[in-house]
């Protein structure tokens, strides 16, 4: 009984429920670990008596919560101040404001950001802690918008180095707003990955979310490059027709996309380009960039200086270098000044061309520009976790509990930022991974959003059946990214497909947050709309986070589907596509090369005729839907005609904005990821083509019939 008690306080969940209706309750030595991993021992009686004489000790007798959260219409819960407690306020700019007696809703008046609070009681107690004060809202997209949704690697030009750069996305971005009218361009996360070879192809398993990866870079764009000279000028142009051979192996060969090749290239490009002299003006521009980001910049660039001498995985450095602040590290900063210098350079030429990219799409009229994906966590022996070690959950793991369509769980690798420290710390972590993120956006997409509440914590060794969930302070949470989507003018879209618990949806539709609502997910699950949006038990996400998996057509094999939503019944505050990068492309859905595929490697989750049989019938169920509603005039068997009708759908839903799957405007058949295989399907590493499996460049993407007969409609629809 007291360690159930003991696991409430600390937000841990001792039970947690599979499906509809049931129960499971959370095993006894899960509590155990998961309060170890908050500090917390729990391991027997006495330990649990100690523990929570500590609690009411600490933070049952606390003046003040570890942060403060206000917002307009809605103070902060003071009530455990003793009467006549005064309140001070020190402002993040700098001023004071004296509140006099305890009066919560004054807080409610300052100005928005983060501020300090202190509170001195009749007695003397004093306390302070960080106030946080937010808007009410997230901005709203501005009108309603469609644009595209692209895995940035993907999409290759004939001027890129084997993948699709930062000079793409500009020119994408460029192009699309002005001859297609496109309002947006949302990308996979660009964040640092953990270097190899052999590198994690994954965008969702990064070392750092807070800085992006230099491999996206267009060396050519960068200023330094008209300097070079001499063997310098040689060498870079030997690197230069390498990085075309490179390219035209993905384009005219099959090859697959090569990221760790298309580093070595671009890595001795940018030591080549490290080594010209910076011009005045950009010289002053860097050292502005090196004083904005401070001591996380430094951190960044120091774990990487260090991972180039003794390897990625921090946690096998050698004794003194795994604590950032240590002597031995301080040392070893100091004579890697150098490579710490390089590092810090790249990241600052790489938000360059994000903001060059950003004013691109503003430029061609987007009213959204680019939307940034925030991944929900970073690989265990990464920059960030070596930097902020405090912060996240030592010998845990993030993942899915089991549930109706997976009973064994998942486990994504991914430790989670510990609730307790990011509140101690007034959320600062999590406040500049935000700002980063949001400074050259203009919405932010975040995968995994109900993760802003909970999360699935597993212990290490253990199978994913054996964790529990973990609560984070969700209002702190969202005020937060209030506050930062704020200052930055930008939208946020949350990805919330999959096992989403009551409230968690209302939550976010209050805050502005938009949800994600995929074609083939939105039925009614649960005898009634619910939401607009009824994919609460119906779509989960499969071996990884963002991941999202189509319920079966008829689930039981007896009785119909559940019924499809009209477009009426659809919520206005969303993001409507038809596909996503970890589901099988529109013509993969319509040809059935999608079963035939899971078939090949083995996936299907039944006897592949009645896999196929499923396939037909949600498949005839749809067309029949578009028919009936008079969006297939061209009628049924005709593919392309088929990938307009569902947009045309689209179209018909109150959606803010819709997005179109790049690959999709070319009837591309292959997905990008293939959700439960590692080595046996490509993922992460193809480029976009069309039906036949050739690659399409950007300059062939920009010429394509098919891609402006599709792009068209949405024109129109939208007019």
Same mark, same amino acid.
């Given at each position: ?7 409430? $306080? ?163 971005? =460029? ?6 009218? !496109? ?30 990866? @230099? ?200 430790? @989670? ?121 119906? =779509? ?6 963002? =991941?999202?998996?189509?319920? /079966? ?31 099988? !492309?529109?013509?993969?859905?319509? !040809? ?15 006897? @592949? ?30 593919? /392309? ?44 590493? $193809? ?7 050739? @690659?399409?460049?950007? /300059? /062939? ?19």
């Amino acid at each position: 009984m007291g360690r159930a008690r003991l696991a409430r $306080l600390h937000g841990i969940a001792t039970s947690y429920a599979p499906s509809p209706g049931k129960s499971v309750q959370t095993a006894d030595d899960t509590v155990v670990a998961v309060l170890a991993a908050l500090g917390v021992d729990a391991s027997t009686p006495h330990a649990v008596r100690s523990a929570l004489a500590a609690y009411e000790d600490g933070a049952g007798r606390a003046l003040l919560p570890h942060t403060v959260v206000a917002r307009p219409d809605r103070p902060p819960d003071l009530t455990g101040l003793p009467e006549g407690t005064a309140l001070r306020v020190e402002t993040e700019g700098g001023g004071t404001a004296d509140l006099g007696a305890t009066d919560p809703a004054a807080l409610t008046r300052l100005p928005l950001g983060i501020h300090v609070l202190e509170a001195q009681t009749p007695g003397g107690r004093t306390a302070r802690a960080p106030l946080i004060v937010a808007p009410d809202r997230v901005p709203a997209p501005p009108g309603r918008s469609h644009g595209f949704l692209v895995q940035l690697y993907s999409l290759l030009s004939r001027r890129s180095w084997g993948m699709g750069d930062l000079g793409d996305l500009a020119d994408l971005a =460029a192009w699309s707003g002005r001859a297609l009218g !496109t309002g947006f361009v949302q990308l996979n996360p660009l964040h640092a990955a953990v270097p190899g070879p052999p590198t994690d192809p994954s965008p969702y398993r990064p070392s750092s979310r807070r800085f992006p990866d @230099p491999v996206h870079l267009r060396i050519e764009h960068i200023p330094e490059y008209a300097d070079l000279a001499g063997t310098a000028r040689l060498r870079a142009d030997e690197l230069a027709a390498r990085a075309h051979t490179l390219r035209s192996e993905v384009l005219e060969r099959g090859a697959l996309i090569d990221r760790d090749a298309v580093w070595a290239l671009k890595r001795e490009a940018l030591e080549l380009l490290w080594a010209v002299p910076l011009s005045p003006g950009r010289r002053a521009a860097y050292c502005d960039f090196l004083a904005e980001q401070g001591q996380a910049l430094e951190d960044h660039a120091t774990w990487c200086a260090i991972a180039e001498r003794h390897g990625p995985d921090w946690r096998g450095w050698p004794d003194g270098l795994c604590d950032p602040r240590s002597p031995g590290t301080a040392r070893l900063r100091h004579r890697l000044l150098d490579r710490i210098d390089f590092h810090c350079r790249l990241a600052w030429l790489t938000d360059q061309q994000l903001a060059a990219a950003q004013r691109a799409a503003r430029d061609a009229g987007m009213a959204i520009g680019l939307v940034h994906d925030l991944a929900v966590g970073v690989h265990p022996s990464g920059a960030d976790t070596w930097a902020q070690q405090d912060a996240f959950a030592a010998g845990m793991s993030i993942g899915a509990p089991p549930d109706a369509f997976n009973a064994r769980g998942q486990d994504w690798g991914l430790p @989670p930022w510990r609730p307790d420290a990011l509140a101690a710390a007034g959320y600062a972590p999590y406040r500049e991974l935000l700002r980063g993120l949001l400074r050259h956006a203009g919405a932010l997409r975040i995968d995994h959003v109900m993760g802003l509440f909970r999360l699935w914590w597993v212990p290490e060794g253990r199978p994913p059946t054996e964790g529990a969930y973990v609560r984070y302070d969700g209002e702190a949470m969202l005020s937060v990214l209030a506050l930062e989507a704020q200052r930055a003018g930008a939208a946020v879209i949350g990805e919330d497909l999959g096992t989403v618990e009551p409230g968690v949806r209302d939550a976010l539709a209050a805050r502005g947050v938009l949800g994600t609502s995929v074609l083939w997910f939105e039925r009614d699950y649960g005898g009634g709309v619910r939401d607009a949006a009824p994919r609460a038990e119906a =779509a989960e996400a499969v071996d990884g986070p963002g =991941a999202a998996r189509a319920p /079966e057509a008829v689930p039981d094999g007896s009785g119909a589907a559940a019924r499809i939503l009209a477009p009426g019944e659809w919520r206005s505050g969303c993001l409507a596509t038809v596909t996503t990068h970890d589901l099988p !492309t529109t013509a993969a859905r319509l !040809t059935g090369a999608d079963v035939a595929l899971r078939e090949r490697l083995g996936l299907l989750a039944g006897p @592949p005729e009645r896999e196929r049989s499923r396939a037909t019938y949600e498949l005839a169920e749809w067309m029949g839907e578009l028919v009936r509603r008079g969006l297939l005039p061209e009628g049924q068997g005709d593919e /392309e005609a088929a990938v307009k009708a569902v947009h045309r759908f689209l179209l018909r839903t109150p959606a803010r904005m819709v997005g179109v799957w790049l690959p999709d405007a070319v009837g591309d058949r292959r997905p990008q990821n293939l959700p439960g295989t590692w080595d046996e399907y490509p993922n992460w590493r $193809l480029p976009i083509a069309g039906p036949d499996g050739r @690659p399409h460049t950007l /300059e /062939e993407l920009a010429a394509s019939p098919r891609l402006h007969a599709l792009m068209r409609e949405l024109s129109n629809g939208k007019r």
